[in-house]
């Protein structure tokens, strides 16, 4: 068991991140202990319900069972939440629960920094990349027809309950998507500027083999450096003004390619993957990096087998790169590899990108 704690320089209190592989069933009891009234609505995927409902031990009108899906992140749903919570008069001691992977966290997290102006927020993420990434750093959002992300806010959780055993039952698919996003943490260690030496570079490419077959100790150390790599940097950086861009890398092209693919055809990790081999390849030909260094990325990369995906014509990426909330009036934002595990910010017109 691993016990972290994220501290917001804007915010005089600390949050909790505990990393166990205990039962699930003591997650109740220890969610419960949480919440300051008598009151809380738990947000939990449609998959989530089915494989653990029972076990988990939350009554049905305590529950509101979102579907599985990036589509479900939308603003219909944010707001049959919002009525949810109402009817069940929560207050500003109550509590709104997430229970899923990233769509649930992010939604729920919404819907909870909007409800009453702000109540508490606890996540208990199930997949590998919502236990990576999403849980922690307090993003929520929903999406919209012109993108994804472009409607929400920074939003800190009261705690991170994260249970490996969650994993277990994980789609290989899915799996493999929080393994996009874990991969980037090799690529970014350095500027990451965490006070502890991690050496997150030889663990991933000494111990890939258990990674992939998800060997608990392995994924829990996973798990807790990436973790304590994103809290180094948003504890400099709550609400991405500088430093915590880095944590973008691979984004921009990953985040084009879902739009033009409509959430459907690939998982996030996937796109951010071919985000990062795409920001390698520009890198080297600006001439920030050599060409063992991206052969070198390349190579842990293929170790994962992570699903290929073609080119998509420049003029339709770039329209949805445009659209980014990242993006300025006449320039694109891309992160890239400058040096190993180093990134930079750089902002590119188009026709610095496609070279």
Known sequence: ????????????????????????????????????????????????????????????????????????????????????????????????????????????????????RGIDFIQVPTTLLACVDSSVGGKTAIDTGFGKNLIGSFYQPKIVFINTNFLKTLDEKQYKTGLGEVVKYIFIEKSCKCKEELNFTNFITENTDKILKRDLSALETVIETCIKLKIA????????????KILNFGHTYGHAVENVT?????????????????????????????KNYKYFAEDILNKFNFKKIPDFKPEKLLKAMKSDKKATSDKIIFILPVDYSTVEEFSLREDEIFI
């Open 1 to 116: 068991m691993a016990n972290l704690s994220v501290k917001i320089q804007s915010k005089e209190n600390c949050y909790p991140i505990q990393i166990t592989d205990s039962d699930i069933s003591d997650l109740k009891p220890q969610i419960l202990a949480q919440i300051r009234g008598s009151k809380f609505l738990v947000i939990i995927s449609e998959k989530v319900n089915k494989l653990y409902g029972k076990i988990l031990g939350f009554n049905d009108d305590e529950k509101f069972i979102l579907k599985d899906g990036e589509k479900e992140k939308n603003f219909k749903n944010y707001q049959k939440i919002l009525t949810r919570a109402l009817k069940l008069g929560l207050t500003r001691q109550d509590a709104i629960i997430a229970i899923g992977g990233g769509v649930v966290g992010d939604i729920a997290g919404f819907a909870a920094s909007t409800y009453m």
């Open 233 to 244: 940097v948003v504890e400099q950086d709550e609400k991405e003004t500088g430093l915590r």
């Open 262 to 290: 409509k959430y459907k055809k690939y998982t996030h990790g996937e796109a951010v993957v071919k985000g990062i081999l795409f920001a390698f390849n520009l890198a080297e030909k600006k001439g920030l990096i050599d």
